[in-house]
C-alpha cells in the first residue's frame, strides 16, 4: 500500500526554539495532507487541512501562526511548530490522500515532540 | 457536526477470547464512510477497514469482523479468538463528505489482552 513517511520520529527541544516536521508520501501524490495532535491517551484532533499549493485550513482554536503549514509540493507537507512550550509537547501525526480520492488516508508513523 | 463516540475507555479480556468494541456516531451527511484503526504503542495507525455507508454488509476478515448497522448507527468491531498481539488502542473513525474528506476520530478504546 501507500507509504507516508513522516520524520522525525521523535525530537526534544528547549522552549522558545522551533522544530519542523515533515510528511512526505512516497509512492504517490498528495494534493490534500491533514495534521493531527494527540495528546496521551487521548484521541487524533485534526488540526489544520494543508492543500498542495495553497493556504493550509486549520481548526477553530489552532494558532496558524504558531503552527505553521507548507504543503509546497504534491509530495511534502511540513508543520513548524514556532517557540515551542511544554504544553506544545504532543504527539504529532500526518495523512496523506492520492489525488484520485481512490481509498484511505495514509498516516505517518508520527512525530513525539517533547519540549523541555 | 460529525461525532463519534467509544464508549469503551478500556477493555481487558484474556487470550483466546472474543471481544466487541462499540462505535457509534453521528452525521447529517447521507454519504459517508466509516473506519476502524488500530494504534500499537509505537503510535503508529494501522488501517483496518474502511465501509461506505450505502453498503451494510457485514465484513470478516480472518479474525476480525465488523458489524455495520444503520439503523443504530454503528459499526461494532469483533476480535474473536484474541491474541495479546492485538493489545492495542483502537479507532473508529467518520469522514466527512465534501471536497476536505477529514477524519473525526472517536476517543479510541484500550485493549490488553492477557496471556
Known amino acids: 500500500g501507500a507509504v507516508v513517511s513522516q520524520h522525525p520520529s521523535r525530537v526534544i527541544c528547549k522552549s522558545g526554539t522551533s522544530v519542523k516536521i515533515e510528511c512526505r508520501s512516497l509512492?504517490?501524490?498528495?494534493?490534500?495532507m491533514f495534521w493531527y495532535r494527540q495528546f496521551p491517551k487521548q484521541s487524533l484532533m485534526l488540526m489544520a487541512t494543508?492543500?498542495?499549493?495553497?493556504?493550509?485550513?486549520?481548526e477553530q482554536g489552532v494558532e496558524k501562526d504558531k503552527f505553521l503549514i507548507n504543503h509546497a509540493s504534491l509530495t511534502l507537507s511540513t508543520l513548524t511548530v514556532t517557540s515551542a512550550h511544554p504544553e506544545d509537547s504532543s504527539f504529532y501525526i500526518c495523512s496523506a490522500r492520492d489525488t484520485g480520492w481512490s481509498t484511505e488516508a495514509f498516516f505517518g508513523q508520527g512525530t513525539r515532540l517533547t519540549v523541555v | 457536526a460529525q461525532k463519534v463516540t467509544q464508549a469503551q475507555t478500556e477493555i481487558s479480556v484474556v487470550e483466546k477470547e472474543d471481544v466487541t468494541l462499540d462505535c457509534v456516531y453521528e452525521t447529517r451527511d447521507t454519504t459517508y464512510y466509516l473506519f476502524w484503526y488500530k494504534q500499537p504503542p509505537s503510535g503508529e495507525l494501522v488501517f483496518l477497514i474502511r465501509r461506505n455507508s450505502f453498503d451494510e454488509q457485514n465484513e470478516i476478515s480472518g479474525r476480525y469482523s465488523w458489524n455495520f448497522q444503520k439503523s443504530t448507527s454503528s459499526f461494532n468491531f469483533t476480535i474473536t479468538a484474541s491474541q495479546v498481539v492485538d493489545s492495542a488502542v483502537y479507532f473508529c473513525?467518520?469522514?466527512?463528505?465534501?471536497?476536505?474528506?477529514?477524519?473525526?476520530f472517536g476517543s479510541g478504546t484500550q485493549l490488553t489482552v492477557l496471556p
Open positions: 509512492d504517490f501524490q498528495a494534493t490534500t
Open positions: 473513525a467518520l469522514e466527512r463528505t465534501g471536497s476536505a474528506r477529514q477524519l473525526t
Open positions: 494543508s492543500n498542495e499549493g495553497s493556504k493550509a485550513t486549520y
